[in-house]
């Protein structure tokens, strides 16, 4: 009859070490401290470090106006390269769309795309190409003017 209760005893104590390794505590003194490196995706902290956004200064930018509605960046790419090398190009789509914007690699090469490509056709339309200004912020209607 011990036999059977000692047995029972030693059942009991692997799964609370499993239970216990599972739920991320103890590991009956054998160093499993939880899931460790093998952590699932879920339970993992944040995305890694990132570099976030870049800033960019703005003489290398330039902007698009008047872009057809069926334009993509890639069109829109290889018709801006024709000024130099871009580094990105977007077409803006929703609220902004048909605007766009272009980066390059020097501030001269911006000048030659903006002197270059102002008027230039893309699909069949005639697009702006300007200076990048950021676009200011609105005030809240509910504070009033100096």
């Known amino acids: 009859w ?3 209760l000692l047995l029972s005893t030693c059942l ?3 799964r609370a070490v499993d239970m216990a390794w599972f739920a991320g505590k103890g590991g009956g003194g054998k160093g499993w401290g939880g899931w460790g490196a093998w952590q699932p995706m879920f339970m993992k902290k944040g995305w890694g470090k990132g570099k976030g956004w870049k800033k960019v200064d703005p003489a290398l930018k330039v902007w698009i106006g008047n872009i057809p509605a069926n334009t993509d960046w890639k069109t829109l790419e290889t018709h801006m390269q024709q000024a130099g090398k871009t580094k990105w190009v977007e077409a803006y789509k929703g609220k902004g769309e048909g605007t766009g914007s ?3 690699s020097t501030a001269e090469e911006a000048t030659n795309a903006i002197t270059m490509l102002n008027g230039s056709q893309v699909n069949g339309q005639a697009i702006q ?3 990048w ?7 809240d ?3 009033p003017a100096a």
Do not use: G, I, R
């Not at 200004?133 to 005030?139: V, Y």
């Open 141 to 143: 209607a509910a504070t």
């Open 133 to 139: 200004t950021k676009a200011e912020k609105k005030e």
């Open 102 to 104: 272009a980066e390059y």
């Open 2 to 4: 011990l036999q059977p």
């Open 129 to 131: 190409v300007d200076v």
């Open 12 to 14: 009991f104590e692997l």
